[in-house]
């Protein structure tokens, strides 16, 4: 009698199961994710014939990539670009391998240049992102692979190293956060109440229009009235500074999962006709890095000594980021780099 | 002894019915209780789940309950650790009470006793809601006649729920002091009363009168209409996750700046409020019940599709049926009710109608709310005996409509009270889109600090809108409501802008529609006839559909507030 009713639960259990996922499925293929970052991965999928280089990163890449600068570096030097700079704030891996192939989907104009900002696989969701949109839109089958593997890989590249069952555990919870997430994008969360929202107050919705930034190239400079670093925060920075500089430049490859990200992002621009370049942005950090046999073109702006203006603390917004000065210096150099590279040179 | 009352740092986030987490938490509950063989073992754990759930309101994660209280006693203390103790004491004090009013010898001593209980639970509860308000007045009249107060105002937390238990605790002493009730002999079953958790925070109000004689039953989980539970659970979902928070973008954005709205938006954002305040606390009341029933448990009913009511009395029959037959039989009828002059009647009807006003929240627009209905109580009173019953009759058709305007018309003191400051500064802010579809690049960014500031009595933290605190306005708000019935009743008394476009008339008449066939019985019984298979296939797509129709982010109950 008790297994009947066991049996009979499981059924009801499975019929739930099975009318929540065709309602996901019929969901997912009917409605798109919701647009993040005021729908710039759209706008650069209609027009793909615009734009040959992406610049993918976070906000060290949204407030200090100007797509302006960097063409017309590259223009003087003979290899002119248009490029876009396609970075959001808090993006790491494997969100940004969302947003390049979303962007790329459908392309079928050439790409020249991936600029990826190097980072590893990130387990688990910043708190002030959590249960938000920001959070949902990247979460499918793809990366909640990557995160898997992630979780699951030691966090060393060395063959020698094991799995430490402490971080095992908590990156499992960590995932199941991301399964939480994963979820809710499959039933497109919050997005019947965004169309509503679209279709009955359009005129409410301003704040979230297009973002292209003032030169239509997806830069973003951060409000005058944000700019500004002083204080005990630079104090602070200029101290860390001033330990950070005598020390030798070293690298880090992380974990097996995150260099396979790598791998999977160069397929993704070679796939449309183009080459990933990785960059490690000036921070006081010890930087990731692609593995040397991988081949990829890495372009490390996170050594003080050999960048000085991109750590002078007149040219930064705070330890983390640039202002608009150190912004445009940065933009420059990039181009510099990465027109040294492409001719075998050493980077400026 | 100031630390202890004046809350600082962060608060925990609410646990909310509509939240996952809620779910995984509820199926460890449930799977325990049915589990368990004696009925004395499953209230056993239904006292400490539902004090551990309280306790996650302030102390955050379930499983990071008892962590954090050992850490705690080692350093500092998460904010309001100790108010889960307070409701323990409140029930302590009652069940002393209960027995001492039995045990007494003379009326003078179960006097004595009713008022102790009295004394303490309405002592605790005007300490820890009225103190700003009452401090706040006082600071104002000072200064008003010039002078400088010479103290620093006390910020006081208020504990959630603590006006709906304390308001059950009462009315379990009332009652045995009545002899409508024999003292509770049973400790746990009067804490299982007090404490248990679908009801605790936002009610409805149970009456010691129906719920402990249900302590005492065995209950069997065959008796439970898990179908019947798991569809009223749906729709309560429904309507707070999508129908209430989903007009609350409407609502907010014309409240952020009502002087720059049109009439037409005046009118429909105080419509999509009357919905919105409705879905919420209904559809709260509907989730705690069916929680309730998979444990075992009938609560009362709270709500009876009061907005089609014909009169402002049948509307308080229907509205918050839980607290307004409280105010009734231990506020209205003990003052003398109908019971004299006319005069006198209007006085009790005012007077219950300003104090239910004033249980919402320490503020004037409160005040002013429940003074409102206090008047359509007397006018409607006055109409019954002065109008001939042809003339009733006659113009019976408008007394629906009439009496909707009217509540429409009371809401907007209710709302105007409120307003979203950023937390750090104080300063009013606008968080429209936010709260709605925030996104990390367009969020306000104030620095993490701006939820240590120490939040005070009407404050809420409200988890859809981060970074910002809801504060409610002790003495502000009137210029605002003035703003919105001007805009509401004075025709060219209103801004230039326009909130929606008419699709959102269209999207209010849907919703009035269904609600009408669900009064009239319309939608309550097809889904019966379904077998099990069909049933659970089909509440897996609704479930599906209503996480796609609901906003993302989480927004608090409105009357997790009060």
New interface residues.
Partial sequence: MGGLRAVRWVGISLAFAAGFLAACAVLSRLVSPTPIGGGRIEWVREHAADYDTLFVGSSRTFRQVMPSVFDAVMAESGRPTRSFNLALPGMRPPEDAYVIERALEGRTAPLRFLVVECNPVRIGIPPEDRETARAVYWHDAPRMRALLGRALAPSSLDPDASLDGAVVRRHLVELADHARHWVWNATRIGRGAELLQHALAPQQRARSALRLGPDGDGFQPRPPEREGFGGAEREAYLEALREALPQPHRLRYGDAESQAELMRKRALAEGHSGRLVLVAPPYLQVPFAPLPELGIPFLDFSDPQRYPELFDAENRNDGGHLNARGAAIYSRLLAEALRAALDGEPAP | MTELFAASGELARPILFVE?RFLWIFAGIFGVHWALRSQRARKLWLLVASHSFYACFFIGNPLEFFPKLLAGAFGELPVGWWFPALLGLSTLLDYQVGLGIEGARSPRGRRAWLLLSLAANLGVLGFFKYYGFFEENVRALIEFLNLTPSWEPLRIFLPYGISFYTFQSLSYSIEVYRGQLPAERSFLNLAVFIAFFPQLIAGPIVRAMSFLPQTRRAHRLADVDVRGCATLFAVGFVKKA?VA??LA??VD?YFSAPAQYDAWSAWAAMLCYAAQIYCDFSGYSDMAIAVARLLGYELCPNFDFPYFSASVSEFWRRWHMSLSSWLRDYLYIPLGGNRGSRLFTWRNLMLTMLLGGLWHGAAWTFVAWGGMHGLALIAHREWARLASPSLRGALRWLAVPLTFTWVLLAWVPFRAGDVYVAADSGRPLRL??DG????????P?FPRSALERAPRSGDWHD?GQ?GAVRVRRVSGGFGTAATVWRALLVPGGAGE?????P??GA?LALLAAVHWINQRRGLARWWRALP???Y??????????A????????RAFIYFQF
């Fill in positions: 996952l999508c928070d989903g973008f409407f954005a429209v889109a709605f579809y925030r996104e990390h690049a367009e969020r960014r988890p981060p802008r326009r909130l929606a476009q699709g959102l999207l099990d298979w069909a659970a296939g089909l509440l897996g797509a609704a479930a599906a559909a996480l796609f129709l609901k906003p993302v982010a989480y």
